[in-house]
């Protein structure tokens, strides 16, 4: 067990007694003292990246792939450790838990502990709704500050995979099966259940995502931060796709739009999004909420393309940032002309197959999702109303 001393006046127990009269609840179920927590070994280590300046997109020919970015984004300062753990007393003793660590300001700066707080703030407001909170976002069970500043996190344990490790594992699973040749699966059949099974799996995935998304929107929040890592998966076993829980992680960036909020903006982590959000004509309240709700949409876009494709590539034919760059740069978000270059590689015909589902239905939502006015996007209930989402095309 590694040593913790408490800072009884840390950030964590201010954040939660500022929190309105609708959280008393919680505040009594969040464990605050790090003697209720026992830490086991570390995990990951991991960092964000800062946005540093966004520019209009570029033209360019369709046979160019190495356009520039939208955007240049530099390497933040704050580097996140991961710890297994288990609570020690009470009710919940012997509960698994995944500790995610927050450097101390002198380690990291301010931009650390307003992101722990951030953090902290989201998953306590979203948890104490009169909904009950949604099973599609990971449950935070408390947290502490140490003496040296650092911020720890205390959240459930569900599984340590994302979804980034899955579409890794399925591409590598392409790489040695196309190795193998025929000899991978005697049966012709086999192999079309086999794909059957990885193509509901990913929409499962989807749909696990979306909810929790409708669910955050519903009740005012923003994520900010989605992608491939921030889902995490309690199975990443195509055959166990009933079972698939997705939940979504990392709110450090998440931002609140209630009315209020928004014309206040006070909070800085958003700022980035309010810049983003006037550049597109949004400037009132009600416009940059709306901005605000489908620019989670985009990064959901993005999202399904990335498990659209990587999945059923070979191993390294297909990252989230070609990717990105291919719809944006490339193809300017005309999907239709993004499909007539990707019928032309035999590489990601499997892809292609699957976003062809329903005549053309992945295709059809996805354009919805990452359409260049930001107003015609769909909400996140709409896109799992879509027929690519209720299963209708499997």
């Given at each position: 067990m590694l040593p913790l001393s408490l800072n009884p006046h840390s950030f964590l127990f201010r954040t939660i007694s500022s929190h309105s009269s609708k959280s008393q609840p919680l505040k009594a179920s969040l464990l605050t003292n790090s003697d209720s927590?026992?830490?086991?070994?570390?995990?990951?280590?991991?960092?964000?990246?800062?946005?540093?300046?966004?520019?209009?997109?570029?033209?360019?020919s369709y046979g160019d792939l190495e356009g520039l970015k939208t955007q240049d984004v530099g390497q933040g300062s704050v580097n996140i450790r991961l710890y297994e753990g288990r609570v020690s007393q009470g009710p919940l003793?012997?509960?698994?838990?995944?500790?995610?660590?927050?450097?101390?300001?002198?380690?990291?700066?301010?931009?650390?502990?307003?992101?722990?707080?951030?953090?902290?703030?989201?998953?306590?407001?979203?948890?104490?709704?009169?909904?009950?909170?949604?099973?599609?976002?990971?449950?935070?069970?408390?947290?502490?500050?140490?003496?040296?500043?650092?911020?720890?996190?205390?959240?459930?344990?569900?599984?340590?995979?994302?979804?980034?490790?899955?579409?890794?594992?399925?591409?590598?699973?392409?790489?040695?099966?196309?190795?193998?040749?025929?000899?991978?699966?005697?049966?012709r059949f086999e192999q079309e259940q086999a794909l059957k099974?990885?193509?509901?799996?990913?929409?499962?995935?989807?749909?696990?995502?979306?909810?929790?998304?409708?669910y955050m929107h519903d009740q005012d929040r923003l994520h900010q931060s989605l992608g491939p890592f921030s889902v995490l998966l309690n199975t990443i076993a195509e055959r166990e796709a009933r079972y698939l829980i997705p939940r979504l992680r990392d709110l450090a960036f998440s931002v609140d739009v209630r009315y209020s909020e928004v014309e206040e903006d006070p909070q800085p982590l958003a700022d980035g999004l309010w810049r983003r959000a006037r550049a597109a004509g949004a400037f009132n309240r009600?416009?940059?909420?709306?901005?605000?709700?489908?620019?989670?949409?985009?990064?959901?876009?993005?999202?399904?393309?990335?498990?659209?494709?990587?999945?059923?590539?070979?191993?390294?034919?297909?990252?989230s940032l070609s990717l990105q760059r291919l719809l944006e740069n490339t193809f300017q978000l005309d999907l239709e002309a993004t499909r007539e270059y990707c019928l032309a590689d035999d590489r990601l015909a499997n892809a292609v197959e699957f976003l062809d589902l329903g005549n053309g239905a992945g295709w059809e939502l996805l354009q919805a999702m990452l359409n260049a006015d930001f107003r015609k996007r769909p909400s996140a209930e709409a896109v799992l109303n879509h027929r690519f989402m209720t299963g209708e095309v499997l």
């Open positions: 927590f026992q830490v086991g070994r570390p995990i990951a280590t991991y960092g964000f990246m800062n946005v540093t300046s966004y520019s209009p997109l570029p033209e360019y003793r012997g509960t698994p838990i995944i500790f995610k660590v927050y450097p101390g300001k002198r380690a990291a700066g301010v931009e650390a502990d307003m992101m722990a707080a951030n953090e902290l703030n989201a998953h306590s407001f979203l948890q104490s709704s009169s909904e009950g909170g949604s099973q599609h976002i990971l449950l935070l069970v408390g947290g502490f500050e140490t003496i040296t500043g650092e911020q720890w996190l205390a959240f459930r344990d569900y599984g340590k995979y994302s979804a980034a490790d899955y579409a890794k594992r399925a591409s590598e699973r392409v790489s040695r099966d196309r190795a193998l040749g025929e000899a991978s699966s005697w049966n099974r990885k193509q509901i799996f990913i929409v499962n995935l989807l749909v696990g995502v979306m909810r929790g998304l409708a009600m416009e940059k909420r709306l901005f605000g709700i489908a620019d989670d949409i985009y990064e959901a876009g993005l999202l399904f393309a990335y498990l659209a494709f990587v999945p059923f590539c070979e191993a390294g034919v297909m990252d």
